[in-house]
């Protein structure tokens, strides 16, 4: 028997390959099925089985497609009514994978139908489960991603409460416990940098598996202190149960080739978003008038889903060489499959055309230092959290992630300096509001990380604990 995490850092999600005896099954897949197939000829093995834990919210599954190149089943577990074929399975199905078993665990309360996978061994013994979005290492998943007219958060909570006491916790202590996300990811609040854990450590160290709280302070706790989703999570849900375009058709589609003066054509005639996903110091330094930045090299994936609204824009990207289908296979797991070509030569090719040109100021920490005023405009685009834990103190609070919620609170007369915690976040920040015809904005190089070294005063938050004992 052998069982692989396939872990990916953007959008910190891990897959399950699972052999035994030439065959295999594979959970929670990501959108292109190629690696998968690749290991598959390798090992020289049959997929037999596609488990899905659930409807993901957070990126657009492989499972439609590898079951099509593959001939595999899709599993899920009791209540999934997808628009496509596949077992539904009953609580307590069994299903072989060679000498090894897997059992489906009915365990609603991230969703209605999630699911949590069993993995018997050779011999029969419980070795591992699969548990998706319903338990993580430190946490559990929200209860706030299926709410229905008729269906609160509390309902879901409450659904959790009895997953985890009634299915989760009588299981042996020895159990593996693999989940579908670690920290970084928006599926839960207190997630782990660990990505596996014995059952019985998590028993002893997730708040949510202590067997003294009460249903009602279990609920309490699931539901406080939930950032709102981000806008792509139910576009992304509505693809994994109706289904999508295939995703060599949408790699065709996007891998085409554009010289300058044709790709400013193209722009202009299809309203296509430019993306441009180098390093931030290149798009500072020169760029398309218009695009906005989402540098490849950071968390592209979530930034692109939570900031592009409609997820059927068409976009045209900038990239450096050789990047271009790692963007396309990369906005495609999270559902954005309208991209319709790339700049041939990226922006060297632009400017060796003299075509128009656009900059962002930046000022270094040192020069903001000796510059600084309390009334000069700042914003700081880190998340609430963040900014709460310690921040500037004539700093306003803007997230990037809220950034198209809030745009009423940005002055365009106003001459704003930005920053976040090291660069990523205030450059796309700013792109976004020169896209918008926003343009006195200079980020602040290095971000609060540097910042928090200078003598600009600082507030930073003391717990009602820590008053009182002073």
Same mark, same amino acid.
């Given at each position: #028997? ?7 850092? =953007?959008? *910190? ?27 598959? %000829? ?14 993901? *919210? ?13 001939? @595999? ?31 489906? $665990? ?5 969703? !209605? ?9 050779? %011999? ?60 970084? +990811?928006? =599926? ?17 160290? %997730? ?5 003294? #709280? +009460?249903? *009602? ?36 589609? @996007? ?22 996903? /180098? ?12 695009? $906005? ?12 889903? *939570?900031? $592009?609204?409609?997820?059927?824009? +068409?976009? !045209? ?29 990226? #922006? ?33 685009? /880190? ?20 950034? %198209? ?14 920053? =976040? ?34 003598? $600009? ?14």
């Amino acid at each position: #028997m052998k069982v692989e995490q396939i872990y990916t850092g =953007c959008l *910190a999600e891990a897959a399950y390959y699972i052999e035994s005896n030439g065959e295999a099954a594979i959970i929670d897949p990501l959108r292109d099925p190629q690696p998968y197939i690749d290991k598959l %000829n390798a090992n020289n093995v049959k997929l037999k089985y596609v488990f899905e834990t659930h409807f993901h *919210a957070d990126f657009v599954s492989g499972h439609i497609d590898l079951a099509k190149n593959t001939g @595999a089943e899709i599993v899920f577990g009791p209540t999934a009514k997808p628009a496509y074929d596949i077992i539904e399975a009953a609580d307590n199905q069994e299903f072989t994978i060679g000498d090894v078993t897997i059992r489906v $665990i009915h365990t609603p309360g991230h969703t !209605l139908e999630s699911t949590t996978y069993l993995l018997l061994d050779e %011999n029969g013994e419980m070795n591992a489960i699969f548990s998706g979005d319903t338990l993580f290492i430190g946490d559990v998943g929200r209860p706030d991603l299926a709410v229905k007219s008729d269906l609160t958060q509390e309902d879901l909570a409450a659904m959790m409460y009895e997953s985890i006491h009634n299915k989760i916790l009588p299981l042996p202590d020895s159990l593996i416990v693999y989940p579908g996300h670690g920290a970084g +990811s928006a =599926c839960g609040k207190n997630l782990s940098s660990e990505t596996t854990d014995t059952l019985g450590n998590q028993k002893q160290t %997730n708040y949510a598996l202590d067997t003294k #709280m +009460s249903k *009602a302070d279990f609920i309490k706790e699931l539901t406080t202190g939930i950032l709102p989703p981000p806008q792509y999570f139910p576009k992304n849900a509505k693809m994994n149960k109706e289904g999508y375009d295939a995703f060599d058709d949408v790699k065709t589609k @996007a891998l085409k080739s554009f010289d300058a003066k044709t790709f400013r054509s193209v722009a202009e005639s299809t309203d296509a978003l430019i993306l441009d996903t /180098r390093h931030q110091s290149k798009f500072m330094e020169s760029h398309i008038p218009g695009s $906005i930045f989402i540098g490849i090299d950071g968390n592209f994936a979530p930034w692109v889903g *939570a900031l $592009i609204t409609d997820i059927h824009q +068409s976009i !045209l990207i900038v990239a450096d060489a050789g990047r271009e289908e790692e963007i396309v296979t990369r906005l495609s797991r999270v559902g954005y499959d309208h991209t319709i070509g790339f700049l041939d030569g990226g #922006m060297d090719a632009w400017k060796s055309t003299n075509l128009e040109v656009d900059t962002m100021p930046t000022v270094t920490p040192e020069a903001f230092e000796e510059m600084y005023n309390p009334e000069l405009p700042l914003l700081d685009v /880190r998340k609430p959290g963040e900014y709460e834990a310690e921040h500037l103190e004539s700093a306003e609070n803007i997230p990037l992630d809220f950034i %198209n919620s809030n745009m009423e609170k940005v002055n365009p007369e106003t001459n704003y300096y930005a920053h =976040c915690a090291g660069g990523y976040r205030s450059v796309i920040f700013g792109s976004i509001l020169k896209s918008r015809g926003l343009h006195n904005i200079t980020n602040i190089e290095g971000g609060y990380k540097v910042l928090k070294d200078t003598s $600009i005063p600082k507030t930073t938050f003391v717990c009602p604990s820590e008053k009182n004992n002073s």
